[in-house]
T-cell receptor
Framework: KAGVTQTPRYLIKTRGQQVTLSCSPISGHRSVSWYQQTPGQGLQFLFEYFSETQRNKGNFPGRFSGRQFSNSRSEMNVSTLELGDSALYLC????????????????FGSGTQLSVL | GENVEQHPSTLSVQEGDSAVIKCTYSDSASNYFPWYKQELGKGPQLIIDIRSNVGEKKDQRIAVTLNKTAKHFSLHITETQPEDSAVYFCAASKGGSYIPTFGRGTSLIVHP
């Protein structure tokens, strides 16, 4: 089956702009999580959506937001971009109804590399 | 909240050697410990995981051990091959949270 798809693969923006990233989870998965990956900070959790509701949130400013649609596809938005927002943004899907303990396993996409100039 | 420390940050070995990566966690309520491998240009991929009711788990050349008392767990790779070169992340989570806390990663380099 198809894996997690993230678009676009690369993005270049300037400070002050906003950006929207997209994630299509594995078919049947109901949870989508977003992570920011930088060389200095590793994998930092942004937020998780489950059945169109934000279920968990990390310690990021309000400029970072997201949503999930009825087909489980998710988008994240970053407004008023700062240089420090340059990072690889990863999305991960999980949670099949009836999946039991396997629901803790995350399946990652290849990420969107965002560069803020 | 949970804090996961991972060592070493870089590990260089010769092909055929063994590699060991160690992690410690702070929250005694954590009960799920996955390991992810990230190759260049790709997202992390789950390679093995262990739950707190098990002390050791093996899958071919990789194994994970867990010491709940000391709150540390380790990844062991035997007979390393160049294709094992990647960044490895450990993580810890509590049952039902589904949000793991990741270590900072170990860059494993296997020299042919």
């Amino acid at each position: 089956k198809a894996g997690v798809t993230q678009t676009p693969r690369y993005l270049i923006k300037t400070r002050g702009q906003q950006v929207t990233l997209s994630c299509s989870p594995i078919s049947g998965h109901r949870s989508v999580s977003w992570y920011q990956q930088t060389p200095g900070q590793g994998l930092q959790f942004l937020f998780e959506y489950f059945s169109e509701t934000q279920r968990n949130k990390g310690n990021f400013p309000g400029r970072f937001s997201g949503r999930q649609f009825s087909n489980s596809r998710s988008e994240m938005n970053v407004s008023t971009l700062e240089l420090g927002d340059s990072a690889l943004y990863l999305c991960a899907s999980s949670f099949l109804t009836g999946g039991g303990q396997d629901n803790e396993k995350l399946f990652f996409g290849s990420g969107t590399q965002l560069s803020v100039l | 909240g949970e804090n996961v420390e991972q060592h070493p940050s870089t590990l260089s070995v010769q092909e055929g050697d063994s590699a060991v990566i160690k992690c410690t966690y702070s929250d005694s309520a954590s009960n799920y410990f996955p390991w992810y491998k990230q190759e260049l240009g790709k997202g992390p991929q789950l390679i093995i995981d262990i739950r707190s009711n098990v002390g050791e788990k093996k899958d071919q050349r990789i194994a994970v051990t867990l010491n709940k008392t000391a709150k540390h767990f380790s990844l062991h790779i035997t007979e390393t091959q160049p294709e094992d070169s990647a960044v490895y992340f450990c993580a810890a989570s509590k049952g039902g949270s589904y949000i793991p806390t990741f270590g900072r990663g170990t860059s494993l380099i296997v020299h042919p």
